[in-house]
């Protein structure tokens, strides 16, 4: 058994318009529909014209269109729009080094599939790990 994504339950305060299930509507530049001031991506955003479900693909792969258009926003440009992929693959861990993989029709299951997710997932957090050694070093001068 899995569970969905939930939207918190302060948005509906917010005044900013919501989709049927709380999250925050918005257009292909990732504005609010109803505050262009309002950005969001990920697992809070119901992206209206182009509605995926909520995956982590989806969410990693908003942010450098997100980081862009805050950007073009805050200089005074027009944001452009993010069309995100149709499909993805899902690799779904289901404990002691088993994992499912799926995309459209296709499914299939094993070890081999668990070693596939483990190395994306380490490679992913690696890139951060990087980030740190990076703003570290260059507080410390040595870049």
């Not at 990693?60 to 269109?65: D, L, N, Q, S, T």
Request: glycine share 10%; proline share 8%.
């Amino acid at each position: 058994m899995t569970t969905g994504a939930a939207a918190p339950p302060w948005f509906p305060a917010t005044g900013l318009t919501l989709d049927e299930g709380g999250f925050l509507s918005v257009g292909p530049t990732l504005q609010s529909l109803s505050d262009p001031d309002v950005f969001a991506a990920g697992d809070c955003a119901a992206l209206v014209e182009s509605p995926r479900e909520k995956a982590g693909v989806y969410a990693v792969r908003a942010g450098p269109p997100l980081a862009r258009n805050l950007r073009r926003r805050a200089t005074g440009e027009a944001p452009t729009p993010w069309h995100p992929q149709r499909r993805h693959l899902a690799l779904i861990s289901t404990g002691e080094r088993y994992a499912v993989a799926s995309r459209g029709a296709f499914k299939a299951e094993g070890g081999w599939r668990w070693t596939v997710k483990d190395w994306i997932d380490r490679r992913w957090m690696r890139m951060y790990q990087d980030i740190d050694r990076i703003t570290a070093e260059r507080n410390l001068g040595k870049l």
